[in-house]
């Protein structure tokens, strides 16, 4: 398995627990997760 199908699978994976979650639907949580992915 190549490093970027891995990367495709765990991408896949984080999003629908995301989704299922309700994470995507409540703007706090997004704002929450972006800030978190896009520090240093």
Do not use: C, E, Q, W
């Not at 398995?1 to 990367?7: L, N, P």
């Not at 299922?20 to 978190?36: Q, R």
């Amino acid at each position: 398995m190549g490093r970027t199908y891995a990367h495709d699978l765990f991408l896949s994976s984080m999003i629908r627990k995301f989704k299922s979650a309700g994470t995507l639907t409540d703007p706090t949580a997004v704002y929450d997760l972006a800030n978190a992915a896009t520090r240093p």
